[in-house]
């Protein structure tokens, strides 16, 4: 998944600041992130898969209003029990609004109906494609990066693993198509709002949980008023069947919620870097499950140009030598 938010892959917490000794977050020891880090990847990895289900009985609008109303609920629980409190000022809330709006209903929905035409495997294999959005609005529109050769170099290798991916040799058109772009749409939200958080939402007072919990605020409440013009009333619990009741209950307080403390933790034990990465492992997830769980079916060009586009991804965002840094985190 998605993402989320949000906790999203494409889309990290602010750096929160070093735990006292002896908290909650506080090192346990060697790698004592690392179980926390692969049950994240698996959370986000499976979220696809949980698109996959619901949406065969439920709107994807429905889906997302769903989801976000129990991530918020999640959150809000965390933000609760860790003491801290919304923000106050309205143009905070102004600029969750917007990442709420771009940054979680809209991407989200995006998946649901890309879903409706692509697999599970291809869903993930373009939010891998994040990266590769951000980093040019990064160097272009929000200038808090620049555009070196190894950059330069990984955003093409990138494009070419998603022309591969695409299979353009084949002619493109249908519906399948049009869900890979919608697919990537989310993803292209998901590198504006990367951005966007980085330049207008950071040094917030209790941020790493308030911020989140306000976005997913603004989003159920948008999909609240939306939902019904756009898909009609909601079904009546009694008419979902409990595949689809627990994949919805399963995006909204693990894909969406719990995630969002696993990353948290993640990041404050082993460092951004090490946070950042679980992003690889998500088309990995993705496509086991989709195979081996939906009995999806994939192209030969599908999986290696998902590989290619993270091969892009990690030579643009410099990961050998992020994974140094990261390993001199303790931890």
């Not at 939306?226 to 693990?254: E, K, T």
């Amino acid at each position: 998944m998605k993402r989320h938010i949000t906790p999203d892959t494409s889309a990290s917490p602010r750096v929160p600041a070093a735990p006292a000794a002896g908290g909650p977050d506080a090192p346990a020891g060697p790698r004592a992130w690392l179980p926390g880090f692969l049950l994240l990847a698996l959370i986000w990895g499976a979220s696809f898969l949980f698109i996959e289900v619901a949406i065969r009985e439920l709107h994807p609008v429905y889906v997302t209003l769903f989801r976000v109303a129990a991530g918020a609920l999640t959150v809000l629980v965390v933000l609760k029990a860790t003491g801290g409190r919304l923000p106050r000022d309205l143009r905070t809330w102004g600029h969750m609004t917007f990442v709420g709006v771009f940054g979680v209903a809209i991407p989200f929905t995006l998946f649901g109906y890309g879903e409706q035409h692509v697999s599970s495997v291809l869903a993930g294999i373009w939010n891998a494609t994040t990266p590769l959005v951000a980093l040019p609005l990064a160097v272009l529109v929000y200038r808090t990066e620049r555009l070196t050769a190894r950059r330069l170099v990984g955003m093409v290798l990138g494009f070419a693993g998603v022309l591969l991916v695409l299979g353009v040799w084949r002619g493109v058109g249908g519906s399948a198509l049009v869900g890979q772009l919608l697919c990537f749409g989310a993803a292209v939200c998901y590198g504006v709002i990367i951005g966007y958080q980085r330049r207008y939402l950071t040094g917030v007072p209790g941020g790493s949980v308030a911020v989140p919990a306000g976005n997913l605020i603004t989003a159920t409440v948008l999909l609240a008023v939306v939902a019904p013009f756009v898909a009609g009333p909601p079904p009546a619990p009694g008419d979902l069947s409990l595949p689809v009741v627990a994949s919805v209950l399963a995006l909204g307080a693990l894909g969406t919620g719990l995630a969002f403390v696993l990353h948290f933790r993640v990041i404050t034990v082993a460092g951004a870097s090490t946070g950042a990465s679980v992003t690889y492992l998500l088309p990995v997830v993705a496509t086991l499950l989709g195979v081996l769980v939906l009995g999806e079916h994939i192209d030969w060009n599908q999986p290696v140009g998902g590989v290619v586009v993270l091969l892009g991804v990690a030579i643009s965002q410099g990961m050998v030598t992020a994974r140094r840094r990261a390993a001199a985190v303790p931890g």
